[in-house]
């Protein structure tokens, strides 16, 4: 993506990846976890947040250290990372509220010319899978990347 990001620390398996957001708040740890939905299932749930004093994610936390544009490129780069040793699988994202899951929609409008030179996106809306569009609001969405013979 466009944007910058922070440098990430990623697990040899490409399913977690850490990093550090900077800003006024000071610097927040922050994990990304790529967690496959079930054995032999190529759906992949991505979750994302500060950790918390438990080592574990958060989030539900606002953190407001003034870069969620520089942590939303720095979450897209792991997605990208993902896919290099998971080609044929999808990553499933919704947000942790209905404000989340907005900033994520507009994370991928603002950038969607830039994603699908890569990968198809899909909203999930009314119990239905579509091909993602700027002015619908959808409730989650679906990753896939292209290969080079096609979806």
Request: aromatic content about 14%.
């Amino acid at each position: 993506m466009r944007h910058d990001r922070y440098p990430v620390e990623a697990s040899t398996s490409l399913l977690e990846f850490e990093f550090y957001s900077e800003g006024p708040k000071g610097r927040v740890k922050k994990r990304v976890k790529i967690v496959q939905f079930g054995r032999d299932s190529t759906v992949y749930n991505l979750g994302f947040g500060d950790i918390g004093a438990n080592g574990e994610i958060d989030d539900l936390v606002v953190t407001n250290n003034n870069d969620s544009q520089k942590v939303l490129a720095t979450v897209a780069h792991a997605v990208y990372e993902f896919f290099e040793k998971h080609p044929h699988c999808f990553i499933y994202a919704a947000g942790s509220t209905k404000a989340r899951t907005r900033l994520y929609r507009i994370g991928i409008a603002n950038n969607l010319a830039e994603i699908t030179t890569d990968f198809v996106v899909y909203g999930f809306c009314e119990d239905t899978w579509e091909i993602f569009r700027r002015e619908k609001n959808f409730e989650a969405f679906l990753i896939k990347k292209i290969s080079k013979f096609g979806v």
